[in-house]
């Protein structure tokens, strides 16, 4: 490696530092399909302008995105955007948006594991995407709630259809946000801690 | 063409290069928001990488923001952080405590409020 140059890199800027008696950090983890608003929602509350953080994934594929379904190596990069809130002078939460598709989810060990709870991000239009990402979080016993984007040329459905049509218990709680306003979206983050409160208060009751 | 104009930042040889073959140190048990600070000045001859990380921690920046900002993968950065642990160049600040911790749900919903 003689002439390798590494680029400078800059950092974050001046006013994007977290002081420093910041000592400890939590995350919330935003799940969905494509398009389905997560970055929009990350960049509607965070302090930071979104970030993104890459793994390489190396696999043999036939997959479904192959026309030719030719077996080769392919090389993906899988991209995952965050911002940051911070809480107080010590907390700060990290908002991670992730792909809905569970194959990625391994690639960034352990972003479910000590995450308060997820947000599973939902478009009328592709309900089906989110039944997979709903029977991983309950199988890995994440605690979440859904959030319907309301995208202005999608169906609207009452509560009752689309707990129906996601198979969802009343206990968790669903509710439509722009994922453009920052109010909105906030809101959903508020949602899902009002929810881990309560869920912790009844598991301190028994 | 030069073997260096082949050179592709981005491929999983490059990253292999960079961490010595190691893969994560799960020993090291940095988690995605684990807060790193720098707790010496970049020295002369080291490993441009870790001269980087140490410029972008003088404040506590989070190992997925190091990623981001080194536009390397979080896989690489653990590996790289734990060079620096070892050498006490850098301080990984505690995690949170183990959840559902109330006080730290109280703190979330209070700060979101007031955002």
């Given at each position: 490696m003689v002439s390798r140059t590494f680029e400078t890199v800059a950092g974050p800027r001046s006013e994007d530092t977290l002081p420093s008696s910041a000592t400890s950090a939590v995350k919330i983890v935003i799940v969905g399909g494509f398009g389905v608003g997560k970055t929009t929602l990350v960049r509607s509350v965070s302090e930071i302008r979104p970030l993104t953080t890459e793994e390489t994934m190396t696999q043999a594929s036939v997959s479904?995105?192959?026309?030719?379904?030719i077996e080769r190596k392919s090389m993906t990069t899988v991209a995952m955007d965050f911002g940051r809130i911070s809480?107080?002078?010590?907390l700060v939460l990290y908002v991670f948006g992730t792909?809905?598709?569970?194959?990625?989810?391994?690639?960034?060990?352990?972003?479910?594991?000590?995450?308060l709870g997820a947000v599973v991000l939902v478009d009328t239009r592709r309900l089906e995407a989110s039944f997979d990402v709903l029977g991983r979080l309950e199988e890995s016993q994440t605690p979440f709630v859904v959030a319907v984007n309301?995208?202005?040329?999608a169906p609207s459905y009452s509560d009752e259809e689309l707990r129906e049509a996601l198979d969802l218990t009343d206990d968790v709680p669903l509710l439509v946000c722009d994922a453009r306003s920052r109010e909105s979206s906030k809101g959903v983050l508020l949602a899902l801690m009002r929810y881990l409160y309560s869920l912790a208060m009844t598991s301190e009751a028994t | 063409m030069t073997p260096d104009d082949e050179?592709?930042?981005?491929?999983p040889e490059r990253l292999y290069i960079l961490t010595g073959g190691r893969s994560g140190p799960e020993e090291a048990g940095l988690d995605l928001v684990t807060l790193i600070v720098a707790r010496s000045a970049p020295q002369i001859g080291m490993q441009p990488e870790h001269e980087s990380i140490l410029r972008v921690c003088e404040s506590p920046l989070s190992v997925v923001e190091i990623s981001a900002h080194l536009k390397l993968p979080v896989s690489i950065v653990t590996v790289l952080l734990a060079d620096l642990l070892a050498e006490e160049r850098v301080e990984a600040r505690a995690p949170a405590?183990?959840?559902?911790?109330i006080d730290i749900i109280k703190a979330v919903i209070h700060g979101l409020q007031n955002l």
């Open positions: 479904v995105d192959d026309l030719e379904g809480i107080d002078d010590e792909p809905g598709q569970q194959r990625f989810w391994f690639l960034w060990n352990g972003l479910f594991e000590g995450a309301a995208f202005d040329e | 050179w592709d930042e981005g491929t405590p183990s959840l559902p911790d």
